[in-house]
């Protein structure tokens, strides 16, 4: 049958109606005739729920887009053009220990940074990794769009540990910022153009564009105060000091809030924690809220509730994304690729967070030239922290885990790191196979 044929691994996620609600709106240049979501026993229920959301959404707009629902990931891979990753290793009960975990020892407990972020890679890499193996044997030409976070980390692993070369990392983080400018400026969003660079959760427009016109200063104005107009469901938008911000002279990202308000997010975490649970915790919540919903038979919508979620929007992302490659349309869009030297000081093997022109062949990422000294050393550190953790992923290394702890700078000591090092071994035994080997 011609048409493309689109596999979703993690399928049974809050966010798939989102997903496929943007191949139903682009079906007349992306035709996609299969789509099939893949889960594993543990998400089989909620696989059920929102497959038979999906088939009904495909119903309604009357395209003819079979969707497939399996726990089989290899049946399912064979002959795919493209595999988008939108999955959580150890579900959210991983997460939460992921966050709950460092506040003990007043670290930042949080699903993409810190010791949570490095967690998330340790159990992530090696499955994504597989299936990798499983494409070169299935589907060698299909493009991989991961979502799963951390996602510069496993773009990194991938490209390092894999001879996998169509690989791109997606975020909606950037999207988001692109909305945020234009709501702060009150113009549509088709206006505005960012210069996006850095790494995922670490990335910084360097210029913002309205009309072709550089108004990053304007921007920068209107982020000072109380709230910055600019963050994430998942976020607390604790707004910016106005003389740091004019000093910085670039658009950060909701995540640099970690980073250069480290002492108020973790207060603000451990408060939270004690109130109301972990980000972990409401997203629970909230995830039991979406999939009581999904359940109603008369639901053939993606329902607006679910942009309470920290990922809203990736669907327009990865829709876009996979509609660019196909249609070879060369626009701009900012992914996670190989450097390839558009940005100087990151090795050129390495992933990064850049604007790329989206063609048939890939992602060309375009040349930022170095990032300026004040930002520089940090995203050093962070692609540092990324490199030594993905290869304690894959090689199951304590020592290389420990580094990786140790080198992130939300980590604020060698002995803190590793005692939050040994209780989240324990605490994600199960998921961590390449750290208990058994000894002969």
Partial sequence: MSGIKIVTIGGGSSYTPELVEGFIKRYDELPVRE???????????????????????????????????????????????????????????????????????????????????LFKGLRTIPVILDICRDMEELCPDAWLINFTNPAGMVTEAVLRYTTRKKVIGLCNVPIGMQMGVATILGVDQSRVHIDFAGLNHMVFGLAVYVDGENVISQVIDKLTGEQSGITMQNILDLGWDPDFIKALG?????????????????????????????????VKQVEAELFKLYEDPDLNIKPPQLEKRGGAFYSE????????????????????????????????????????VITREGPIPLSVGDLPVSVRGLVQQIKSFERVAAEAAVTGDYHKALLAMNIN??????????????????????YLPQFFKPVS
Avoid at 264 to 274: F, I, S
Avoid at 411 to 427: F, G, P, R, Y
Wanted: proline letters at 5%.
């Fill in 409 to 430: 700078p939300l980590v604020h000591s060698d002995v803190v790191a590793k005692k939050i090092l040994d209780e989240m071994l324990e605490a994600h035994k199960d």
């Fill in 35 to 117: 789509l099939w979501l893949v889960d594993i026993p543990e998400g089989e229920k909620k696989l059920q729920i929102v497959g038979a959301l999906a088939k009904r959404m495909v119903e309604k707009a009357g395209v003819p887009m079979e969707v497939h629902l399996t726990l089989d990931r290899r049946k399912a891979l064979e002959g795919a053009d493209f595999v988008t990753t939108q999955m959580r290793v150890g579900l959210l009960d991983a997460r939460i220990k992921d966050e709950t975990i460092p506040l003990k020892y007043d670290v930042i407990g949080q699903e993409t940074n810190g010791p949570g972020g």
């Fill in 317 to 356: 992302a990865a829709c876009n994304l996979i509609h660019s490659i196909y249609n070879d349309k060369r626009d701009i869009q900012p992914v996670n690729v190989r450097n390839n030297g558009a940005i100087a000081s990151i090795p050129d093997d390495s992933a990064v967070e850049v604007n790329c």
């Fill in 250 to 282: 670039l658009l950060p990202c909701p995540y640099h809030r970690y980073y250069y308000q480290t002492s108020a997010m973790l207060a603000h975490e451990q408060e939270e924690a004690k109130k109301n649970g972990t980000r972990a915790e409401v």
